[in-house]
């Protein structure tokens, strides 16, 4: 499954960015998706993940009630909806996805991830 990860840019503390992660369609559509991210040496972490179907979400505390993560299957897209940015958020973002068999499955470390994308650079100025 090849991803395709866009929307990044430069922002100033406190605007917003919306990311978007396009994969083809069968395989995407298939699987669990999430956003991560690596700050300059940092280790990549998770930002955001939701299930196959849509329904199930998680969020790292860090980006709880700031970030907003959704899938359209029609368009084979995951958004990152991301408000209120601060410099901290400042990291190159990758988007990943597995196929997963149960529907509601939602995966949050990158070692369960399978495909990735390149990565889109997110840099927030204070």
């Known amino acids: 499954v090849q991803l395709q990860a866009s929307g990044g840019g430069l922002v100033q503390a406190g605007g917003s960015l919306r990311l978007s992660c396009a994969g083809s369609?069968?395989?995407?559509?298939?699987?669990?998706t999430g956003w991560f991210r690596q700050a300059p040496g940092k280790e990549r972490e998770i930002v955001a993940a939701?299930?196959?179907?849509?329904?199930?979400?998680y969020y790292a505390d860090s980006v709880k009630g700031r970030f907003t993560i959704s899938r359209n299957n029609a368009k084979s897209a995951v958004a990152l909806q991301m408000n209120s940015l601060e410099s901290e958020d400042t990291a190159i973002y990758y988007c990943?996805?597995?196929?997963?068999?149960?529907?509601?499955?939602?995966?949050?470390?990158?070692?369960?991830?399978?495909?990735w994308g390149q990565g889109t650079e997110v840099t927030v100025s204070s």
């Open positions: 369609r069968r395989d995407f559509n298939m699987s669990a």
């Open positions: 939701i299930s196959r179907n849509g329904y199930n979400t």
């Open positions: 990943a996805s597995k196929y997963a068999r149960r529907p509601e499955v939602v995966l949050v470390t990158p070692s369960e991830y399978q495909n």
